[in-house]
């Protein structure tokens, strides 16, 4: 079994400080990335910086299978994740953490990855993280 290490996201800051408690927010980082020729993936997360204080609030980064067609270029046909890793508090998850994730279901041609903000406590506190990903593919 061979394997490749194809990195998708270098050194990057999400902030979700402004969001309001409590709430999720959604941001795409990659739309579409090619793991056809996958058999098996893992999501590796490695968090460089990360301010969150607050339990309760994370940062979660996901990978669901997607598909575009010409037909309609402006839709993103989704499945349910198929990978996704949590980043809490700046305690449990300081700079130096590395987060893996094997994907668990069929993930298709290609997947999105999208970096979202979680705020459930009430108090209203810093949530950003610094993170890079790669993925890794086994065929």
């Known amino acids: 079994m061979s394997g490749f290490l194809r990195p998708l996201i270098s050194r990057r800051t999400f902030d ?3 969001i309001s408690n409590p709430s999720i927010v959604s941001a795409i980082a990659l739309r579409s990335v090619d793991v056809a020729n996958a058999k098996s993936a893992e999501l ?3 968090v460089h910086a990360n301010t969150n204080p607050q339990t309760g609030n994370k940062v979660r980064v996901v990978a669901k299978p997607v598909s575009l067609t010409r037909e309609e270029p402006n839709a993103d046909f ?3 994740e198929v ?3 949590d980043i ?3 305690g449990d998850y300081p700079p130096g953490t590395l987060l893996i994730d094997a994907f668990t279901k069929p993930f298709g041609g290609a997947i999105q990855l999208s970096v ?3 705020k459930s406590a009430a108090i209203d506190d810093t949530l950003m993280v610094t993170i890079s990903v790669d993925l890794v593919m086994r065929d």
């Open 116 to 118: 979202e903000g979680f």
């Open 44 to 46: 590796c997360v490695r």
């Open 16 to 18: 979700f400080t402004g």
């Open 83 to 85: 990978g996704n890793v």
């Open 78 to 80: 989704l499945a349910d």
């Open 88 to 90: 809490g508090t700046d």
